[in-house]
């Protein structure tokens, strides 16, 4: 469940710039988050399944995060 959610958070990440008009280097840092997700969820697969579930969440909050803090304080539109 947790790498699909991923593959889902990858998405999210992917439609940003059409979606919301984000620059370049905003959506790279957003891709450098979700491949360390990634890189860990691959990691923690045998030993922390229940961990690896959750990364999506926390993925998901940090886009969400950005999202909202890019379009209040720097006016993403």
Do not use: H, N
């Given at each position: 469940m947790?790498?699909?959610g991923l593959a889902c958070v990858a998405f999210l990440i992917g439609?940003?710039?059409v979606a919301v008009g984000a620059p370049w280097w905003a959506i790279a840092a957003?891709?450098?988050v979700w491949l360390g997700?990634?890189?860990l969820a691959v990691a923690w697969f045998t030993t922390?399944?229940?961990?690896?579930?959750v990364l999506p969440a926390v993925v998901a909050v940090v886009?969400?995060?950005a999202v909202i803090g890019g379009a209040t304080v720097l006016g993403w539109s």
């Open positions: 947790g790498l699909v439609a940003t710039p957003l891709a450098l997700a990634l890189l922390r399944p229940r961990a690896v579930v886009w969400l995060a």
